[in-house]
């Protein structure tokens, strides 16, 4: 059956069965560990500032730091732990991955190089590639259809709050420890260290907390119980191989001499894509980032994500029809891409605006530019996801429409926001700060509706896999761009300003794919089980 329609229809009033109220406790727990993972993330913008001083680097590397060093390895073993989520424990993976995170943050204090904190970042990113996967599978079996939109928001709006008080966390501890400490505390850290461990370390104490949790039953939500798979970490090890060069031609050559050489290709190409980048946007050995690190992080990701398609193809056919062969899916995760790469790299250099324009102290960002940020994204992703749930009993293609307006709506206060004048001022700041709140609001209102449309075209066993996939458009597309193209023009005009705003340049593209979507999601929605079992799935 093919992925099309002509035009959206109202979709069945589905799902109206109350969640328990242990689902909405579970809820409110995995809420928790998502604002932990967007501290975690989102703390190196307040510290910006005191990074760049310390170790010699640019808005570039910050961008190459918060965005791309974290997002390849997000996305990368994001796959493998997404497989791992639909067929082990979830619980138990989300408790080890919170583990490893909340590590990897706290060795970021120690960070004494570039490299170094480039490394920890890349640890971060691993171990959160564990959450969302096993949060969604998880929200998806203990809420019912209708309600999955508000509840994937509301898990979502960890994120925004996670944002706001990394901000604020970030900036009193800068302050107070530099304060007490003004050439270097215990250690000989500087408060931007103090502040990685601050945030780090009582992440190992709410992970045993994810550890007391009750691991729902797959699928019985939607009657699709689905039973454990025999042997989780073989599929695991298989998965991994698929993605992680240099084992990916390992599992390329065992499919064929035909096989390997299309992945050679692939991977010489993106290489000399790479090599072109480099060399038009200036990059150098003898700088920690520039571009040379970037464009090499995104060749090796685009590369392994090439290969593990091309290996899901074969291993898992229906996993491949409903997510990588579905041009709705598709269209709704890269296009949702859009707009993360505008809202990643707004929310990025927002706290180092603040500071290196506006004169503001981390302090003052960190209380105003964290609070009301994460209070903007908090309002925005829950009325987001409200109003899809709302709209999908209307129309097919409904939650659609909510990411089209998270597209479009931030446009405007994201250009005026980084116009604003350059002398310090009050009312420079607070103007700043609303504009900025607003677009964080805006912007946050696709989330939900995206996030509950990609669980709402696969089947119970591949929400997982749907997840990674998902991520992978919001990662390296736009966190692993939008941040760092904003640095890079930031560096180049000497205009942080004109950094920004270079990044709404996505918005055309973005509304070309959410316009397919609109199209085609409707009818695959109703044909997800007839298409699984044209590709082969015993149901």
Request: charged letters at 10%; proline letters at 5%; a positive charge.
């Amino acid at each position: 059956m093919t992925d099309t329609t002509t035009a959206p229809e109202p979709a069945p009033d589905a799902g109206e069965t109350p969640a328990s109220p242990y689902a909405w406790y579970v809820l409110g727990v995995l809420v928790l560990v998502y604002v932990l993972n967007f501290v975690d993330r989102q703390i190196i913008t307040i510290l910006a500032p005191d990074i760049k001083r310390d170790l010699g680097l640019n808005d570039a590397d910050i961008g190459f730091l918060y965005g791309t060093a974290f997002a390849v390895f997000y996305a990368l073993f994001g796959i493998p732990l997404g497989r791992l989520a639909d067929s082990w424990s979830r619980i138990r993976l989300l408790t080890i991955g919170l583990g490893l995170w909340s590590a990897m943050t706290a060795a970021s204090g120690f960070a004494r190089s570039g490299v170094t904190l480039g490394v920890a970042r890349m640890g971060v990113g691993i171990g959160e590639a564990t959450a969302s996967p096993s949060a969604y599978s998880l929200i998806s079996d203990l809420f019912p259809k209708g309600k999955r939109g508000t509840a994937l928001a509301i898990y979502s709006s960890g994120l925004y709050v996670g944002g706001g008080v990394s901000l604020m966390i970030g900036g009193g501890v800068v302050q107070a420890w530099n304060n007490a400490y003004p050439g270097g505390g215990p250690l000989g850290l500087a408060g931007w260290q103090a502040a990685f461990l601050a945030v780090g370390l009582p992440g190992l104490l709410l992970a045993l907390w994810v550890s007391t949790l009750r691991e729902p039953i797959r699928g019985l939500i939607d009657g699709l119980r689905t039973p454990p798979a025999e042997h989780p970490f073989r599929d695991f090890g298989t998965e991994l191989f698929a993605v992680i060069p240099p084992f990916t031609l390992v599992t390329a050559a065992r499919r064929g001499m035909s096989a390997l050489a299309v992945n050679l290709l692939a991977g010489g190409l993106l290489t000399a894509a790479a090599v072109g980048l480099i060399l038009l946007t200036g990059g150098s050995l003898d700088r920690f980032a520039g571009s040379t690190l970037q464009w090499t992080c995104i060749a090796f990701g685009y590369y392994a994500i090439f290969s593990w398609v091309t290996s899901l193809r074969v291993r898992d056919r229906p996993t491949f029809a409903l997510i990588w062969g579905s041009p709705a899916f598709l269209c709704t995760i890269l296009g949702y891409g859009c707009v993360s790469f505008l809202s990643y790299a707004s929310t990025a250099f927002a706290p180092v605006f603040a500071q290196d324009v506006l004169g503001a102290s981390a302090v003052v960002t960190g209380a105003w530019v964290g609070g009301f940020g994460a209070l903007g994204g908090f309002l925005g992703v829950i009325m987001g996801g409200r109003m899809s749930d709302a709209l999908l009993r209307r129309n097919g293609g409904g939650r659609i429409l909510v990411v089209v307006f998270g597209l479009i709506a931030p446009t405007l206060p994201i250009w005026l926001a980084f116009s604003t004048v350059s002398a310090p001022g009050d009312n420079d700041f607070i103007h700043f700060v609303i504009l900025a709140s607003l677009a964080n609001m805006l912007a946050s209102s696709a989330l939900g509706a995206a996030a509950a449309t990609t669980q709402d075209l696969v089947l119970p066993r591949m929400r997982g896999a749907a997840t990674a996939t998902f991520f992978l458009a919001t990662t390296l597309v736009g966190l692993a761009l939008g941040p760092y193209l904003a640095g890079y023009v930031s560096a180049t005009t000497g205009s942080l300003a004109t950094g920004v705003k270079s990044v709404l340049l996505i918005v055309p593209i973005g509304l070309a794919l959410l316009a397919a979507a609109y199209r085609l999601v409707p009818l695959a929605a109703r044909s997800v089980v007839e298409r699984a079992r044209a590709a082969g799935e015993p149901i």
